[in-house]
């Protein structure tokens, strides 16, 4: 019902937001309850015309950002405002993000606002820089700003329009402050809810004025309250794994313990035995158990004897697949950077005085372990479609995936996205496989609504990886200090290839993910050299939070760390020589820097570290402070961070978004990886894959640098430079670089 509302409005060339209740995500059917299934409420969006995005904003569109029928906003009799939200909010506040814009435009007050998620639609959803509806690369603020800046207000203009006529006044006399509407020479005013019903029967405007950054009263102020705020802390908010439908079953996987494995036979008899127990079926994707509650699904699996054929498995452990690594690190790979000639002046700068430093650097696969697991609820429609109930962050990609498996159209494939408890990247994958999973099971099981259920074990022993990578780099400063050459050569597998991302990015037998942050590193290298080697292995891998920049910023900055002290000056000073060019760079590292107290004397045992790097087209800095005690331990005192996002919408937001990532680029430095032996994976919970503990937290400092350029993002870019800069405090200490993570193989911690 929700979609062919949706639909009709798009034709109609309406835009829609959706919500209804007050907290804090209302049911669909509540909804529709709520406003008379679309009537005596302003349904707004349209055919806004959609400016080009800025190509320093978007420079990886796929597809073209035009002009299509959106729909974003519904402003209800009862005064509400409900913003619909077409990315996945998995704990990142973009639902507060998306709210703030249209409100803002519409002139709303924050307490008559509501946020609620769209349904999956590629034709009206899509994502601008990926082509379909979904969520990632910190794209859902720079995708949506101008788009529900225009909705929110068109909006205003109708209500403005609406009052205008009632009273008999130019339009130009009304204006609209907090979620009224006034006429301030006859002191008669509106809520938004007393005009919506009219205000529904006008025409979209097709032009509209948007505010100046000077004028908003929203967008940039600190202590606005998270939408999610109380559901999330009494309770009341609903998760994937919360979904109860009538006559529910659950299910669970038996996998291959070994990546690429398959069932060669299964003895199922004791499981069928296990109280609870419903079913159990064979798929291609394993063995799975079907039961009327978790515990009785997980029982049932533990009691499954099952032969697998490793025939065609991963089989290795960690350390072979190094040495394979390492191997491959001898021989020229794919080009992904070739200027000058790196090789020839290397020889130049040792024969000159100058110095040539070379370095190996490992980097662990890591599962991305959210503290909710994976889980999604299928249930059959009579129509040969299915309704799902999922934390969906790649909406698009499941529609299509799911029609596959269920032999129906994508329009079919209904979702209805939740609340998520975390993501880091697992539930944006290229092949929907959680979701395929659990429509294959429904598929088999047609009787019920089939909850697929992953364990923590499930999860971390289960990939999606941030692929293992092997890099070496060569580099080169010149007897005056200057950095005069940069040879690196990259080792992993891609998790591009195969995909339908393939075509797009993967060019030449280089995958742009794994070379990001390298290839086109800010710093002005004359000779530069980058190529990559991308092993294949039935290991599942799949992009982590900030990508691939988790490791080619650890590379470069600890790299130029020790390039700085063979040239003799402060690490800060010969960063800031050559971001000449680069002033948004230069300025979170300056800020970062002045916060921290860069040159201030520190105690013996102390140090102080610097990383700084773009992603995502955001510009963050990090300065930490460390103590090494006399045994060789390491602990995080203090990270400043300085971020340049330009706009910022929710600055609360952007700085828990710089705590987080502070504590999640440290916790998997210190400790987290994954390793394999024999093929098996070693770890399987979270006493084996070592989560950032409370007392390793550093307190963190948070400085934004004021900005009225486009916004960008804040959830990954604040991962990628605070490693470095811990590695770099622990080298101004030891002398010593630190150059295979985590670092606890190194045992400072």
């Not at 709210?99 to 349904?119: H, K, N, Y």
């Not at 596959?404 to 996205?417: A, H, R």
């Not at 089939?450 to 060569?474: A, M, N, Q, S």
């Not at 502070?662 to 098996?680: F, K, P, Q, Y």
Request: glycine share 10%; hydrophobic share 45%; aromatic share 6%.
């Amino acid at each position: 019902m929700l979609h062919h509302l949706i639909r009709q409005a798009a034709r109609s060339g309406f835009a829609l937001d959706i919500a209804a209740k007050p907290l804090p995500t209302p049911s669909r059917r509540s909804f529709l309850k709520a406003v008379g299934a679309g009537g005596g409420a302003l349904v707004i969006g349209a055919h806004l015309p959609m400016p080009a995005l800025a190509a320093e904003a978007a420079p990886k569109i796929i597809g073209p950002a035009d002009p299509r029928p959106q729909l974003f906003i519904i402003i209800a009799p009862d005064n509400t405002v409900t913003v619909l939200a077409k990315h996945l909010d998995k704990g990142q506040g973009i639902v507060t993000g998306l709210a703030t814009i249209v409100a803002e435009e519409l002139d709303a007050d924050w307490a008559q606002v509501r946020g609620a998620f769209a349904p999956a639609d590629n034709k009206l959803y899509a994502n601008h820089f990926f082509g379909v509806q979904g969520t990632g690369g910190s794209t859902a603020v720079a995708n949506s700003w101008d788009e529900l800046r225009m909705a929110g207000a068109a909006a205003r203009a109708m209500l403005v329009a609406t009052a205008a006529a009632r009273w008999n006044v130019p339009a130009g006399e009304v204006t609209v402050a907090k979620g009224v509407v006034r006429h301030a020479a006859s002191g008669r005013s509106f809520t938004f809810g007393d005009l919506a019903t009219d205000a529904a029967k006008l025409p979209v405007p097709q032009q509209v004025k948007l505010k100046e950054a000077k004028d908003y009263v929203l967008i940039g102020k600190p202590d606005l309250h998270r939408l999610d705020h109380i559901s999330k802390t009494n309770g009341t908010a609903i998760f994937a794994m919360d979904i109860r439908r009538p006559g529910q079953v659950t299910a669970v996987l038996a996998r291959s313990p070994r990546f690429g494995g398959t069932v060669k036979s299964v003895d199922d008899a004791a499981a069928r035995k296990v109280p609870g127990v419903i079913e159990v079926l064979t798929l291609p994707v394993g063995v799975a158990v079907i039961a009327k509650n978790t515990w009785a699904a997980t029982q049932g699996r533990e009691a499954l004897k099952i032969t697998w054929d490793d025939a065609k498995a991963e089989t290795r452990g960690t350390d072979a697949m190094l040495a394979d690594y390492r191997k491959l690190a001898d021989q020229p790979g794919a080009v992904a950077a070739n200027k000058g000639d790196a090789d020839k002046t290397f020889t130049t700068v040792a024969a000159n005085g100058g110095h040539v430093i070379d370095g190996e650097f490992v980097f662990p696969y890591l599962a991305h372990a959210p503290m909710e697991p994976l889980n999604a609820v299928v249930a059959l429609n009579p129509d040969g479609g299915c309704t799902i109930w999922a934390g969906s962050q790649f909406q698009g990609v499941e529609q299509m995936v799911v029609a596959g498996v269920l032999g129906c159209k994508p329009e079919q494939v209904k979702i209805e996205t939740q609340w998520a408890g975390g993501s880091f990247g697992r539930r944006a994958t290229p092949n929907g496989d959680y979701i395929a999973e659990a429509a294959m099971i429904a598929k088999a099981y047609p009787k019920a609504p089939v909850h697929l259920v992953w364990t923590r074990e499930d999860d971390i022993k289960g990939g999606r990886y941030r692929p293992l990578f092997l890099h070496r780099i060569k580099a080169a400063v010149d007897a005056k200090g200057n950095l005069v050459a940069w040879k690196q050569r990259i080792v992993g597998q891609s998790f591009m290839a195969g995909t339908p991302f393939e075509a797009v990015m993967v060019k030449n037998g280089v995958d742009e993910t794994s070379v990001e942050g390298a290839s086109d590193m800010a710093y002005p290298v004359p000779n530069l050299a980058v190529d990559l080697h991308s092993p294949t292995s039935p290991v599942t891998t799949l992009w982590w939070r900030s990508v691939g920049h988790t490791h080619t910023a650890y590379a470069k900055e600890v790299m130029i760390d020790r390039l700085a002290k063979a040239a003799g000056k402060d690490p800060v000073a010969f960063r800031m020589e050559m971001l000449k060019d680069h002033p948004r760079l230069a300025g979170v590292l300056k800020l970062a820097a002045d916060k921290a107290g860069w040159g201030q004397p520190l105690a013996k045992g102390k140090g102080r570290g610097v990383a700084v790097h773009e992603s995502f087209n955001t510009y963050v800095a990090h300065v930490a402070d460390v103590t090494v005690d006399a045994k060789g331990q390491v602990k995080v005192d203090r990270v400043v961070v300085a971020i340049d996002c330009g706009e910022v919408v929710n600055p609360d937001i952007v700085k828990a978004q710089m705590e987080g990532g502070a504590g999640w680029g440290i916790g998997h430095a210190l400790r987290g990886e994954i390793t394999m032996t024999d093929g098996l994976v070693d770890q399987g919970n979270f006493d084996s894959f070592l989560p950032l503990r409370m007392s390793d937290m550093p307190a963190v400092e948070v400085h934004i640098v004021p900005s009225h350029e486009r916004p960008t993002g804040a959830g990954e870019p604040g991962v990628p430079t605070v490693a470095p800069a811990v590695a770099n405090a622990v080298f101004s200490v030891t002398g010593q670089p630190l150059q295979t993570l985590p670092f606890s193989r190194d045992g400072i911690v």
